[in-house]
């Protein structure tokens, strides 16, 4: 199973995202029903790992948050992008749901990507050889001022990812509620 902690976006907030989704050639965009903010990302564990994780996840306690999507940005060289986003507003409620779930994860010798906690939405991928060149530059400043009203965020989930043909599969396994 390869698994990732996420946060799941609204249904109604989806066409506002979806509406960022053109102008740059090359960019594979993420399904609306693929929008979420990933908290932490586990990658492939067995059956065992996969209990131990949920049981870990049911024991985090955290407050519900409000959670605001403004700007967009983007992962690698402008010349060769790897990921276009919707930017989520850092907000410390946030960040200390996603440091007890990473903290929660290593505790039971789980393994999660340890890179630096950048809370977006992705919006698209690029492949190893993508040129997005000044088309990057006009997605960027024709939708700097991209914003959606906050949400509330009430649950974070344990989500599986299976690649199909048409793309990644995502599967919500386990919702565990904020107080």
């Not at 979420?36 to 059956?47: Q, R």
């Not at 409000?66 to 992962?75: C, H």
């Not at 993508?130 to 949400?151: N, R, T, V, W, Y």
């Amino acid at each position: 199973m390869r698994l990732f902690v996420a946060i799941g976006i609204p249904d109604h907030l989806r066409p506002g995202l979806t509406a960022l989704q053109s102008g740059v050639p090359g960019a594979r965009w993420v399904r609306p029903e693929n929008f979420h903010l990933t908290l932490c990302f586990i990658g492939e564990v067995d059956g065992a790992m996969a209990h131990d994780i949920d049981g870990e996840l049911l024991r985090i306690q955290a407050r519900s948050f409000e959670l605001a999507l403004g700007g967009v940005g983007y992962f690698g060289a402008s010349a060769s992008p790897r990921a276009l986003y919707a930017v989520a507003a850092p907000d410390p409620a946030l960040v200390g749901l996603q440091k007890k779930i990473e903290a929660a994860l290593i505790r039971i010798g789980a393994k999660p990507d340890r890179k630096k906690f950048t809370p977006h939405v992705s919006l698209a991928r690029f492949g190893a050889r993508a040129e997005a060149g000044h088309h990057l530059a006009q997605f960027m400043a024709s939708h700097s001022l991209f914003k959606c009203p906050p949400f509330p965020v009430r649950h974070f989930a344990l989500y599986s990812s299976m690649v199909g043909k048409a793309g990644s599969i995502y599967r919500v396994e386990a919702e565990y509620p904020l107080a």
